[in-house]
């Protein structure tokens, strides 16, 4: 088991920045990537950001790619989200989640096996 511990939402005016943290515990060494995704109020999950355990590559969503930062620092075992430049449209309840295996893809949500409880991200305009 893998648990999750998101932090570092909250209100944030339109233009404004947050760094949202996800701390890792448990069997962290089965983890092999970490992905963040994001749902709004009566819309569907989406894919943000994802980081291999290792911290070799990243990905992004187009929405969020020259604004949007993965990171992870393995020896916290905590991954960060740094968003820059928020819009109205970034409001959301952002979750982290791990995929235990290798896959060229990081944005399918249910390749990913472990789940936060999620952080309520709103950006006013």
């Known amino acids: 088991q893998v648990q999750l511990v998101e932090s570092g939402g909250g209100l944030v005016q339109a233009g404004g920045s947050l760094r949202l943290s996800c701390a890792a515990s448990?069997?962290?060494?089965?983890?092999?990537?970490m992905g963040w995704f994001r749902q709004a109020s009566g819309k569907e999950r989406e894919f943000v950001a994802g980081?291999?355990?290792?911290?070799?590559?990243?990905y992004y969503a187009d929405s969020v790619k020259g604004r949007f930062t993965i990171s992870g620092d393995n020896a916290k075992n905590t991954v960060y989200l740094q968003m820059n430049s928020l819009k109205p449209e970034d409001t959301a309840v952002y979750y982290c989640?791990?995929?235990?295996?290798?896959?060229?893809?990081?944005?399918?949500?249910?390749?990913?096996?472990?789940w936060g409880q999620g952080t309520q991200v709103t950006v006013s305009s």
């Open positions: 989640a791990v995929r235990t295996f290798y896959s060229r893809r990081y944005d399918l949500g249910d390749d990913y096996r472990y």
């Open positions: 980081i291999t355990w290792s911290g070799g590559r990243n």
């Open positions: 448990g069997r962290t060494f089965s983890s092999y990537a």
